[in-house]
């Protein structure tokens, strides 16, 4: 559908020029294109659909799409949120043969429980815990809120899955907050999942110092929302000790908790000695996030030690660390058909199956088959492709 310049809808929306998103010129021809239908093979949702869309009367869909998608914010608009084609869960195939590379390495033992930590979510597990924090989203009651959104992010796809679930349209606004001196409505942050939480702590730092900076008196009264499914307890509490900090009201809503990587462990390893299981954290640590080695140290002199004694000199020697050097106590031991989380949410060897040698080029073996989340530009669905959401 294409709004005409005739349309009885093109004037200001007064909501919109209270964010400062008031239509500025002619170039807003087409500023919204029919949903996509729904594909067969994928499940009948109970929200917003392309039919439900369809039986909105003409004016109220132009009244929508002039107050929601205007001019360069056209992109932040809702599209159905594609759906992952294959599952990545890995095998135990995989499995066996990643942990069988580190057989004759100090850090088999470390290796294998947390590989054996690993949790896989479908698809369909995902989409169902996401409902429930939608339902506990509902419970506010919030009557004048935004959703900030980034094109090609994860959190454009959680608005567009929240708007089909919620059968409701959702206003959006870019992260950087517009016309921040008079801003005064809530703002939601829907997302798939938050892990150390610095990346969300950012964003919402980033909001509030922009409207401190404008003194906007409403900073105070103005709730943000964080909407995710999943979130570690550290990603938790450095978003509420920002909320406390800056004295503003920030809701977090009900989710599922994401195990750390030393949560994992210590899980797993209950009952075994204090000491056994912290040694395992040290080696997960110094393995994977301490400062790489020089690549030049492989080319020692043969005969210098045995490959254990060579590991143990150069992997357990303590290091200067680099900012996550105390990965583990940051990074989940989740992961999702849509996406394996990016380095700073897993380990990043896992995800490339990546093991690591001290000396030489690190060997590749997979073990979370490779996956293009649905919000990139890169993802795409063909005609013969199947959604596996089980």
């Excluded at 869909?61 to 992952?84: C, F, K, N, T, W």
């Excluded at 009651?141 to 567009?160: E, I, P, Q």
């Amino acid at each position: 559908m294409s709004i005409s310049e005739n349309d009885p809808y093109k004037g200001t929306s007064p909501q919109l020029e209270t964010l400062g998103l008031s239509k500025q010129s002619k170039s807003s021809e087409k500023l919204a294109k029919k949903t996509e239908e729904t594909d067969e093979s994928q499940p009948k949702s109970q929200g917003l659909t392309s039919s439900h869309l369809e039986k909105m009367s003409t004016s109220q869909m132009q009244q929508d799409i002039r107050s929601h998608q205007v001019q360069e914010y056209s992109h932040l608009g809702y599209q159905r949120a594609q759906r992952p084609i294959m599952s990545n869960k890995m095998t135990q195939r995989a499995r066996k043969a990643f942990i069988g590379k580190y057989d004759k390495t100090p850090f088999k033992k470390a290796i294998t429980v947390l590989v054996n930590c690993l949790q896989h979510v479908s698809q369909k597990t995902f989409e169902s815990r996401f409902k429930e924090t939608l339902q506990d989203f509902k419970k506010l009651g919030l009557k004048n809120y935004v959703a900030a959104v980034d094109t090609f992010k994860s959190n454009k796809w959680m608005t567009d899955l929240a708007q089909e679930f919620l059968s409701t349209e959702i206003t959006r606004i870019p992260l950087a907050l517009p016309n921040p001196e008079k801003f005064n409505h809530d703002v939601v942050l829907f997302d798939d999942g938050v892990y150390s939480g610095e990346q969300m702590e950012r964003i919402l730092r980033g909001m509030i110092g922009a409207l401190e900076h404008r003194k906007n008196q409403y900073l105070h009264k103005i709730r943000f929302v964080v909407a995710t499914p999943y979130m570690t307890t550290k990603g938790e509490a450095v978003l509420r000790e920002l909320g406390k900090e800056k004295k503003v009201k920030l809701i977090i809503l009900k989710h599922q908790k994401i195990p750390t990587v030393e949560e994992a462990v210590k899980e797993a390893m209950k009952g075994e000695d204090h000491q056994e299981i912290a040694k395992v954290i040290k080696l997960l640590n110094n393995l994977y996030w301490r400062t790489e080695f020089p690549s030049k140290t492989h080319t020692q002199k043969k005969g210098g030690g045995s490959l254990l004694q060579k590991l143990r000199a150069q992997r357990l020697k303590p290091e200067k660390p680099v900012k996550h050097a105390q990965g583990a106590s940051s990074r989940g031991t989740m992961y999702f058909d849509h996406k394996v989380p990016d380095e700073f949410s897993f380990p990043k060897a896992l995800a490339e199956g990546r093991v690591v040698n001290t000396f030489g080029k690190d060997e590749r073996v997979e073990l979370i088959p490779q996956t293009i989340p649905p919000y990139k530009k890169e993802f795409v669905i063909t005609q013969t492709s199947k959604e596996v959401i089980k």
